[in-house]
């Protein structure tokens, strides 16, 4: 790939951006009453009806401080997961290609102050090697990060994906290439657009102004709040209709950020119609040679309840929740309304052909917790019952954005996930499982093809895996 040493993009900003977001106007729903338990259960009853709720109306999820009140929400946030996405949780990897960066954020080891960070930016062959060995443990499913630098401007973005999707191995191939990188200008989101990437992830970080200055020292690019808040309304104006947000939990008051995630879905909804696909919520972790005030430290019973709040206040939109996390609590959080983990996650820079067991601090931007294979990833699933998802079709077949919300806001989806996870699954358990991974998924593969009613779609995902199997057929979808 071409290195290049160009200008960063214009700070253009989208027509008719705003700042929707009103600090005024969320610290004081959060300083309102506690709710009562019919206020509470009003709200729960509306997400139940799989309607989205208001900034408002989630305001009164987290200001109940009610133990009883509390377990309510997260059974309804449970019940909410089966009603919209079933039992099947999709699996990806990440994959670092540079971490060379102009911002300076505190909380990132890969802050351009800090002198001890590994700098790096993989070459082609190198990204090829990484995608090779992520093809072989089975991945079928990238999200690319880099830094916000010259050097990775969009046509550099998307060289990566093209070479990404060309490099095969074996039955090995990477099916989507999700993108985590700094807001782009229109110009360089409809080049990126172009390699035919699917999610365009861009973190606010913390939604609180203030909070957001400290974090993001002035004279970086990263330092302009309007900018980056407004970087996926310039994507979605490119053509770019799947986008995802995130904050970073910890920075600021985690009530104050859900808050801030809702109205950014709702602006995104507002404008476009078609609010964020995924949502992320990461916790800050220990990263080298940082340091900085943990006064908003978000402790796992907090946690448990952003991400309860989130499926209940978004019912359609995704969930991600990364290795960040120890694996038991993700294994506890997942049925609260998660729909998207990675696995098998190395974030060095080289990580997946260089990295030893152990974690090495300077070449990541921050400590990972869950750091078991992606084998081992998946019969957890399968034991738990839940169904491994690789599935990409419906990205494949134009069933994005507005186009998606028409299929899953009936229901309707659950016509072609169900069956695509199944055939994804039997690809894996084929091609790269372990025997005892492979017992397990075979298990859960029968137990689901009992469940399915509809017996037109029944037989046609018997015959798609028998197809698998026996003639080595592979991509097979609805």
Not at 77 to 103: E, H, M, S, W
Not at 172 to 193: F, K, M, S
Not at 311 to 326: K, Q, S
Request: hydrophobic share 40%; with cysteine; charged share 25%.
């Amino acid at each position: 790939m071409n290195v290049k040493t160009d200008s960063l993009p214009s700070k253009a900003l989208s027509a008719n951006a705003t700042n929707f977001i009103d600090p005024a106007k969320l610290h004081d729903l959060l300083r309102l009453p506690e709710p009562d338990r019919i206020q509470v259960r009003a709200v729960i009853a509306k997400s139940l009806a799989k309607e989205a709720l208001s900034v408002e109306e989630t305001a009164v999820l987290l200001r109940t401080r009610d133990p009883g009140q509390v377990e309510e929400m997260f059974d309804a946030a449970r019940q909410l997961k089966r009603d919209v996405y079933g039992n099947r949780i999709v699996l990806f990897a990440p994959l670092y290609v540079g971490n060379l960066c102009t911002n300076d954020c505190r909380y990132c080891a890969f802050r351009r102050s800090n002198p001890d960070v590994v700098r790096r930016t993989l070459e082609r062959e190198e990204v090829c090697s990484q995608v090779r060995v992520l093809e072989q443990q089975g991945h079928k499913r990238l999200i690319l990060v880099f830094g916000e630098h010259p050097q990775y401007d969009a046509e550099f973005i998307a060289e990566c994906v093209r070479a990404v999707y060309m490099t095969k191995s074996g039955h090995g191939e990477i099916r989507r290439v999700n993108i985590n990188a700094a807001p782009l200008d229109d110009a360089g989101y409809r080049v990126v657009h172009a390699a035919g990437i699917g999610t365009y992830q861009v973190f606010q970080e913390t939604y609180h102004p203030p909070t957001y200055a400290d974090y993001h020292p002035a004279g970086t690019r990263k330092s302009d709040y309007l900018y980056r808040l407004d970087a996926l309304s310039r994507a979605q104006e490119a053509g770019i209709d799947d986008v995802g947000i995130g904050a970073l939990f910890g920075l600021y008051d985690w009530r104050f950020e859900v808050l801030g995630l809702v109205s950014h879905a709702w602006h995104l909804q507002d404008r476009f119609g078609v609010g964020p696909h995924t949502i992320s919520f990461p916790r800050v972790q220990p990263a080298h040679g940082v340091s900085f005030d943990r006064r908003y430290e978000v402790n796992d019973e907090e946690f448990k309840r952003v991400v309860a709040t989130l499926r209940l206040a978004v019912p359609y939109t995704g969930l991600i929740m990364t290795a960040r996390e120890r694996a038991a609590l993700r294994r506890e959080i997942l049925a609260f309304g998660v729909s998207q983990i990675d696995a098998g996650t190395r974030i060095e820079l080289g990580g997946y052909t260089e990295a030893e067991h152990a974690q090495c601090l300077k070449r990541e931007q921050f400590q990972i917790a869950d750091i078991r294979s992606l084998d081992e990833v998946m019969r957890e699933l399968a034991e738990d019952n839940y169904i491994p998802s690789f599935c990409t079709a419906c990205y494949r077949l134009g069933r994005t954005g507005e186009h998606f919300m028409e299929y899953a806001i009936p229901g309707f989806i659950q016509q072609f996930c169900t069956p695509n996870a199944l055939t994804t699954f039997m690809e894996y358990l084929v091609d790269y499982a372990s025997p005892q991974t492979r017992e397990a998924g075979r298990r859960l593969i029968a137990a689901e093809l009992n469940k399915i009613e509809n017996q037109a779609v029944r037989k046609a995902v018997e015959e798609r895996l028998r197809r698998i199997e026996v003639e080595d057929a592979r991509d097979l979808y609805l």
